[in-house]
Structures are given as C-alpha cells and as structure tokens.
C-alpha cells in the first residue's frame, strides 16, 4: 500500500513562506518522480513542480518560478516544496504525487500513479 501524507500547509501573509512536506510510504521514494500540484477551488488539479527520482532534475511552472523550490530526502521518504514570497494566488490545496514512470517530467495529473491528501495553503493579502 502506498501512501502519500502531505503537511505543513496553514495560513500565511502574502511575502511569508510555507514549507510542504510529504512523507511517503510503501514504496522507496528514489524509485519514483515526485509532483506537486495545486487545486484552488473551481480550478482544475494544476501542476506546480517536480522532481526526478534522484533529485538530479527539477521542473517548475512559471508562476512559481524563483519562488518555489522542490527537493527530495530519499533517505527519509520525504519530498519538499518550499514556498516563499507567497501570493495570495498561491491559494489551493497542494498535493503530492508520485509517478513511477520513467518519463520526465510529466505536467499530467494522469501521469502520476499515487496521490496525497492534500494541504490547505492560505496566502491572505
């Protein structure tokens, strides 16, 4: 049984920062890409960032971009999205996900095999 668990999300002022965690079990993390996406609500699951299995490459979408950064501890089955200068369109519950494929990076939330939970992340203006 694989099981994401994301934390660390919570309410911030706008310029603050959040750092996500998600811890993940059942499977060795250096065996899968990690993502993270976001859902504000009446918006579609959008990615956000990604990481290579062995955290050599990492992609992002622009919006994020010099703001968020994306790393991985294999050694404790923990992938991280740091979060500064935080907007208030930054707003959405934040998702990991996993994706055991061998392509990268994959921007699909069909591409990825294991999913999270979820964390609120609130950015107040």
């Known amino acids: 049984q694989v099981q994401l668990v994301e934390s660390g999300g919570g309410l911030v002022q706008a310029g603050g920062s959040l750092r996500l965690a998600c811890a993940v079990s059942?499977?060795?993390?250096?065996?899968?890409?990690m993502g993270w996406f976001r859902q504000a609500p009446g918006n579609e699951r959008e990615f956000v960032a990604a990481i290579s299995k062995s955290g050599g490459r990492t992609y992002y979408t622009d919006s994020v971009k010099g703001r968020f950064t994306i790393s991985r501890d294999n050694a404790k089955n923990t992938v991280y999205l740091q979060m500064n200068s935080l907007k208030p369109e930054d707003t959405a519950v934040y998702y990991c996900?996993?994706?055991?494929?061998?392509?990268?990076?994959?921007?699909?939330?069909?591409?990825?095999?294991?999913w999270g939970q979820g964390t609120q992340v609130t950015v107040s203006s």
């Open positions: 059942g499977r060795t993390l250096s065996s899968v890409h």
């Open positions: 996900a996993a994706d055991r494929g061998t392509g990268f990076p994959v921007v699909r939330t069909r591409g990825y095999n294991y």
